[in-house]
């Protein structure tokens, strides 16, 4: 079983909807969660760290289900530039970071 | 804001060659990374150090070394390419605090190609 788990996708959403990735993980000791953002042919880059209680930045809602052991984002009122690979990232402490494959989303004009 | 640079966006070389690919960060960050990243197999940890002159081998080190001579600077080295090397190359950095503030910041990558 891999250490954390993505549905690549695709996603193809229509502009303005709501849509949502999970990311599963095994290690039930992980101690921080992130979800970064690949455009094509670049680097990551971190979106937002993912907080016990939920957090919030604009469109985008990350929650934490530690019983589940899963990470979510949530994207609402999609737009097109938010067209990318979104990958969750895994800290288990020690320096153990493991990555998702990624979720590719696609916003359709 | 965190910058990591990495010293070339496209590398070509030939099979056999001894290869350099350079990173540096200049936020003081304790930790340094090199992954490679290949389609379907997302990214996979190579080496990494904590502190400098420390390394530590990561999933797929096999082939390459490192070098931590600086704090702000983490060096990968390809002793002999080979075909199986073709890959995008991320360097990232991160510091050494409460986990949630510690994410990692990556440079802007290196797509190698080895012919």
């Known amino acids: 079983r891999k250490e954390v788990e993505q549905d690549p996708g695709p996603f193809n959403v229509p502009e303005g909807a709501t849509v949502a990735f999970n990311c599963t993980y095994s290690n039930s000791a992980s101690q921080s969660f992130f979800w970064y953002r690949q455009d094509c042919r670049k680097e990551p880059k971190l979106l937002m760290s993912v907080y016990s209680s939920g957090n919030e930045d604009g469109r985008f809602t990350a929650q934490l289900n530690r019983a589940s052991q899963y990470i979510s984002l949530l994207i609402r009122d999609s737009k097109l530039s938010d067209s990318a690979t979104y990958l969750c990232v895994v800290n288990a402490g020690a320096n153990n970071l493991f990555f998702g494959t990624g979720t590719r989303l696609t916003v359709i004009p | 804001d965190v910058k990591v640079t990495q010293s070339s966006r496209y590398l070509v070389k030939r099979t056999g060659e001894k290869v350099f690919l350079e990173c540096v960060q200049d936020m003081d960050h304790e930790n340094m990374f090199w992954y490679r990243q290949d389609p379907g197999l997302g990214l996979r940890l190579i080496y990494f150090?904590?502190?400098?002159?420390?390394?530590e081998k990561g999933d797929i080190p096999e082939g390459y070394s490192v070098s931590r001579e600086k704090k702000e600077r983490f060096s990968l080295i390809l002793e002999s390419a080979s075909t199986n090397q073709t890959s995008m190359y991320l360097c990232?950095?991160?510091?050494?605090?409460?986990?949630?503030?510690?994410?990692?910041?990556f440079g802007n990558g290196t797509r190698l190609t080895v012919t």
């Open positions: 150090s904590y502190d400098v002159k420390m390394k």
């Open positions: 990232a950095s991160s510091f050494i605090g409460t986990e949630a503030n510690s994410p990692l910041h």
